[in-house]
């Protein structure tokens, strides 16, 4: 089999082709999160913790040979952590309300044994017995 037609098997399994739409529409749904993140929650939470940008702490560390301030940006970190936290519940939600959705399967009833294996069974527990 020459490497062409294997890639072509491989790259048309269904496993492949599920996982590329999921990586796109996951980037997709990314950004619609980064945007409910960003636009929708975070400005609340800045006025009820009075006005704060953490993208705007830092710590400055010096002057580089050119004159500008080196600086420590932790609160751009701090602001990534918060929309990581703030995404991961959203999206914990969302799934949790894609999983109550879901229809759980329904048991099947079990069949009755065939009378031949109650016979036996009979007879075994009989034999014990003795």
């Given amino acids: 089999m020459s490497i062409g037609s294997e890639f072509k098997e491989f790259a048309m399994k269904g496993n ?16 619609i999160v980064s945007s409910l993140v960003g636009d929708v ?4 939470v800045g006025i009820l913790i009075g006005g704060i940008n953490f993208s705007d702490l830092a710590v400055k ?3 580089d040979p050119k004159g500008a301030p080196v600086l420590l940006k932790y609160g751009s ?18 799934i949790r309300g ?8 329904a048991a099947a009833a079990d069949a ?15 034999l014990t017995r003795r």
């Fill in 61 to 63: 560390l010096g002057m």
């Fill in 16 to 31: 492949v082709v599920d996982m590329a739409v999921g990586v796109i529409i996951g980037a997709a749904f990314g950004k």
């Fill in 112 to 126: 009755p044994p065939p009378r031949q294996e109650v016979l036996l069974e009979q007879i075994r527990d009989a």
């Fill in 77 to 94: 970190f701090l602001q990534t952590i918060f929309d990581f936290l703030i995404i991961a519940i959203v999206i914990f939600i969302m």
């Fill in 41 to 44: 929650i975070m400005p609340p």
């Fill in 98 to 105: 894609i999983n109550r959705l879901k229809k759980p399967p």
